[in-house]
């Protein structure tokens, strides 16, 4: 068995709402054999993972994955089940799984959870992977991984998956965030975290916000700036110095008399801070360690404290205690930090809620002062200190004291971080007692108690898992600051999805909600665009390109377009929207990413649908029966959600049945675009004045302005308002290459990129009404990734619509041999009809200068494209210029009145639904 391909799913997707991996497995000798088939596998297995025991799986109860075992399941199954519990010993919280066919005999994907905040650049899935897939087979050879082997592979898992994690301080901030429905985003496997969309898109990393100063964080940074800053304001801090020589540091020491502190002027997490200084020797050997340019102050007496301040508030105190060890009689100094550091919240750096405590030069120096060794055995109870300060990224620890502070003291350091210049600040305290007020400063030989340190970026475990006390929320203190009155973060959210129509969608939903007033951001095929600029381009109608949009701070409204292919391969880039527009389902697409009917693309496309937040809008073609039966879904919970409909007739009957509950729907009715809810319409425009909808010789047009009408007065836009945006839409500039009319001499030119058999019988229909059927050639390429039966079902729609056509093939072959479409389609068209003037030619220019011949005065050439601006300049490096589309309507359609379709000519079939545009 082995793995021979991983895909992360980033967001929710058609297995769950969460993020998951898909492996595709191989079993290769062990296809078509089941557990039970190998004697004694179950209990071998079991030997090793015992926690397999609890696995519920189909059954839904404990042990039901041990009775498929006894049974007899597949080891791709069992792969899956070995995972999960992998996951499970190493602290990974992941319950899901699932195995599926992949196709042919033996080939499986495997379906499995993965944590929400897991960095989707994180290699410990494939890690577990590879070990569960390793531990399956070796016990299925008859070789059980030995214990003390396995446990070697999952400490070495751990130790990953801890090196990924994010900390406590972050943690604390993503879980206070989901609480109040903020999205949050983390970046790769820092602590940096978007939460957020667009204008309301803030940034935290840590315990430091976007809001956070910089000069703030430079002057905490240098510790004697720091304390000459708070001593100039009157804060009462330790007397002392900076020192750049070790001179100047044991002549400070002689000026303040011992005991003495040495810190680094730049140190951080209490590395290199030696306390209790008395002598020249240890005063130089403490500058020595530090590197050189340190602060010497006199060491305050009392308890050390820390102090949270967030937004001009003390939200949270603790009292810090240094790292210590208490005797028993019995054991050494040494067994007893082993045993210490044994406790599970304790661990490396700061990835737990506690730091484990290192017996190094320093502790050693600790315990010398207090005549011990490592190897000493202390009397039960004594205090043993490893440690002279307090940090707990030097193994301290933290007792929560927020409700005793004296006010006098909250106010102090409230002021302290103003001083400073910090949003989010720890202050550390050296007092006699948190809870006595402050005596006030003045001309002395120095304070008593004060202030010892300020801190940007502060550390929030002591807060969050204090080791007594009461545990603080401090991450929602610092979300409450980020996000006041309770915002959630988002910004007015829409999502479209369907086979064909849901670019034009996008770019008039956007367009329509920009006459608002907002800086919209928009994903779609073609690429992002900020405020009508394109930024990137290329297609981007996939979870990346969504997050490209709503991570731009100038983004006050998002318009999505989401496409079959990212949601299989990575999932959504969002996880709810307010509202989710489907258009059509038609064959396309199929044979791909294990779609191999209509019936599956429905299901893809439903997941826009059900990631509607409760209380949002759903807008669906109810001329369209797969999307209407989207409606029907249990996951869509139509209950929840509003749901309008769009459509060419308000008498379909679940339109009458929708506005006769006094639903709202929009129509085409009496010649109008039409707002109708209950017994109430609200003309919006004349179908004849749609841009690109010919003067209604393209009632798809018409449609798509229905559904962009609906998702954009969803969103709060006025009936004038999208009355008036819909008029000055410019297919042309606005929505390029769907529908564009073009002129070369007495020939139209009609580029479009429908390429599945319902848009391009839509767009024969069109040019038939304006054209007539006999006028009507076509340049086709199409592309290669399709299966064949939708290939030929295209080449048929086209014979039976143009008179003559040329085919060429795609620049990107997409797995296809040179030639090997168009040849197909070429045999396609001639079997349905046999005179067809069709021939092939070497590319686009060739192609389109083969289809200007054949084009006489008067006829329109349906141009196919694979991208869209190499063929617009192609056009225009032969002449072409922008058509009249006005004109087009008036001449020709008067022109040809009655004309009637030749026997054999003028059927395109299919017929589809109104709304199947190119796309």
């Known amino acids: ?54 696995h519920h799986c189909a059954a839904g109860a404990p042990g039901g994955f041990v009775s498929r075992m006894r049974g007899g399941t597949y080891f791709g199954h069992v792969t899956e089940h070995v995972a999960i519990e992998l996951s499970h010993r190493i602290g990974r919280d992941v319950s899901f799984g699932r195995t599926v066919a992949a196709g042919e005999p033996g080939l499986y994907d495997l379906i499995i959870e993965c944590p929400v905040d897991e960095s989707p650049e994180s290699t410990l899935p494939a890690e577990l992977l590879a070990t569960a897939v390793s531990l399956v087979c070796s016990v299925a050879g008859g070789e059980p991984v030995p214990a003390a082997t396995l446990g070697e592979h999952l400490a070495a898992l751990a130790a990953l998956a801890e090196r990924e994690a994010t900390g406590p301080s972050t943690r604390s901030i993503i879980a ?40 703030g964080v430079d002057i905490a940074a240098d510790k004697q700036v720091t304390r000459r800053l708070l001593e100039d304001a009157g804060v009462p801090v330790a007397p002392g110095g900076a020192a750049r020589t070790v001179e100047e540091a044991i002549g400070l020491l002689g000026t303040l008399g011992a005991p003495v502190v040495v810190k680094p002027r730049q140190g951080r997490q209490g590395e290199h801070v030696v306390l209790n200084l008395r002598t020249a020797e240890e005063v130089a050997r403490a500058y020595a360690a530090a590197g050189g340019d340190v602060v010497v102050e006199r060491q305050l007496g009392g308890r050390d404290y820390r102090a949270l301040i967030v937004a001009g508030e003390l939200v949270a105190a603790a009292e810090r205690v240094a790292a210590h060890v208490v005797g028993d009689g019995k054991s050494t100094v040494a067994e007893l930090v082993a045993s210490t550091n044994a406790d599970p919240r304790r661990g490396v750096g700061h990835a737990r809620v506690l730091t484990r405590i290192e017996l190094d030069d320093t502790a050693r120096t600790a315990l010398e002062r207090q005549g011990c060794t490592p190897e000493t055995v202390p009397a039960a109870g004594r205090q043993v200190w490893l440690r002279d300060n307090a940090n707990l990224s030097t193994g301290g620890t933290g007792s929560d004291v927020t409700d005793r502070v004296h006010p006098d003291v909250a106010r102090l350091c409230v002021r302290v971080a103003a001083l400073v210049g910090l949003d989010i600040a720890g202050i550390d305290l050296r007092l006699a007692d948190i809870a006595a007020p402050l005596p006030p400063t003045g001309e002395q030989a120095g304070p008593a108690a004060g202030v010892i340190e300020v801190n940007a970026v502060p550390g929030l475990r002591m ?100 496409a079959r292919g990212g949601t299989l391969r990575r999932g959504l880039g969002y996880d709810w929207t307010d509202v989710g527009v489907l258009t059509t389902i038609t064959a396309d697409h199929l044979g791909q990413d294990g779609l191999d009917s209509i019936e599956d693309l429905a299901h893809v496309k439903a997941l826009v649908a059900e990631r509607v937040r409760d209380g949002g809008t759903l807008v ?99 009936p004038d308002v999208v009355a008036e945006r819909l008029a000055g839409f410019e297919p042309r500039v606005d929505n390029p290459g769907r529908g564009t009319l073009l002129r070369l001499g007495e020939v139209s030119l009609f580029v479009d990129y429908a390429h599945n058999p319902a848009a391009i019988a839509t767009v024969l229909r069109t040019l038939h009404r304006l054209w007539g059927p006999q006028r009507c050639l076509a340049v086709v390429t199409l592309p290669g990734d399709r299966r064949d039966d939708l290939l030929a079902a295209s080449a048929q729609v086209l014979a039976d619509g143009v008179t003559r056509a040329v085919l060429h093939d795609d620049e990107d072959p997409r797995g296809r041999a040179p030639g090997e479409v168009s040849a197909l389609v070429e045999r396609e068209m001639r079997a349905r009809r046999p005179l067809l003037q069709a021939v092939r030619a070497a590319g686009p220019r060739a192609a389109v200068e083969a289809a200007l011949r054949l084009a006489a005065p008067g006829d329109v050439v349906l141009v196919l494209y694979e991208k869209l601006a190499p063929m617009l300049d192609l056009l225009a490096d032969l002449g072409a210029v922008p058509g009249d589309s006005t004109v087009v309507h008036a001449g020709r359609l008067a022109a040809h009145p009655g004309r009637a379709a030749e026997p054999g000519r003028g059927t395109v079939r299919p017929e589809g639904a109104a709304a199947a545009s190119a796309k």
């Open 1 to 54: 068995m082995k793995i021979i391909g991983i895909r992360r799913l980033r967001g929710p997707n058609v297995h769950l709402s969460r993020p998951a991996i898909v492996a595709r497995v191989r079993l290769d000798a062990l296809t078509g054999r089941e557990t039970s088939d190998v004697a004694g596998f179950t209990e071998r297995i079991l030997r090793s993972l015992p926690g397999l025991a609890e």
């Open 620 to 718: 669906l073609n109810a001329d369209d029966p797969w999307v209407r039966s989207i409606a029907e879904r249990p996951r869509v919970r139509a209950d929840r959600k509003r749901v309008v409909w769009f459509g060419t007739d308000s008498r379909q009957p679940v339109l009458a049945e929708h506005l006769g509950r006094g639903g709202t729907a929009y129509v085409l009715q009496d010649g109008w675009l039409v707002q109708a809810t209950g017994g109430r319409r609200t003309p919006l425009l004349r179908v004849a004045e749609v841009p690109g909808a010919f003067g209604g010789a393209a009632p798809y047009a018409a449609v798509n302005a229905l559904a962009a009408a609906a998702a954009a007065r969803a969103l709060g836009a006025s």
């Open 463 to 562: 807060h969050l898992a204090p080791v007594r006390g009461r545990a603080r929320d401090v991450g929602d203190a610092i979300v409450r600051a980020m996000f006041p009155g309770g915002s959630d973060g988002r910004i007015p959210t829409v999502a479209v999805t369907g086979t064909n129509g849901k670019t034009t969608v996008t770019r008039l939903t956007a367009y329509l909600l920009a006459g608002t007033g907002l800086r919209v951001g928009t994903a779609t095929s073609d690429g992002v665009s900020i405020d009508g600029r394109l930024v990137y381009a290329g297609d981007a109608t996939g979870p990346r390109s969504a997050q490209m949009v709503l991570g731009d701070p100038g983004v006050q409204a998002a318009v999505l377009e989401t």
């Open 176 to 215: 206070a965030a989901r609480r109040r429905g903020i999205p949050v985003e983390r970046y790769a496997d820092l602590s940096l975290l978007r939460l957020g969309w667009g204008t309301r898109r803030r940034l935290a990393w840590a315990a430091m916000t976007d809001r956070t100063s910089g000069v």
